[in-house]
């Protein structure tokens, strides 16, 4: 399992990848999706939707269940990754590149975890 150092991590085993210009970018984490196994579907949301940190803003849905993914932060939706939603496979073979939606006007909560956090965090909770 990886965890890349130049990502923030949640509780939940969302992702956040801060790429410029008060932006981010949301996806679950390589631990996630080996928990949920096989993914054959995702809903996506609605570029331009306010999400909060902490509330679901989509759903994946696997061969064991179906599975919220809430948002790590607060902001708006600026882009939605649509071939997300036609190749939801694609969280299974490269997790922190498969990511849901880019946010904007963000506002960074002070809980999430960095890369070592996040590991003790996972290693604990196994």
Do not use: C
């Amino acid at each position: 399992m990886t965890f890349p150092k130049n990502l923030k991590y949640t509780e939940t085993h969302e992702w956040v990848e801060e790429i410029g210009d008060g932006r981010v970018r949301v996806g679950i984490t390589d631990y996630a999706q080996d928990q949920l196994g096989d993914l054959v579907y995702v809903t996506m949301p609605e570029e331009g939707d306010e999400v909060t940190e902490g509330q679901s803003f989509a759903e994946v849905e696997s061969v064991k269940a179906v599975s919220e993914v809430n948002s790590p932060v607060t902001g708006t939706i600026a882009v939605v990754n649509e071939e997300l939603a036609e190749t939801p496979e694609a969280i299974n073979d490269t997790p922190y590149e498969a990511w849901f939606v880019e946010l904007s006007d963000v506002e960074m909560p002070d809980n999430l975890m960095d890369a070592d956090e996040y590991q003790d965090f996972v290693e604990a909770e196994a």
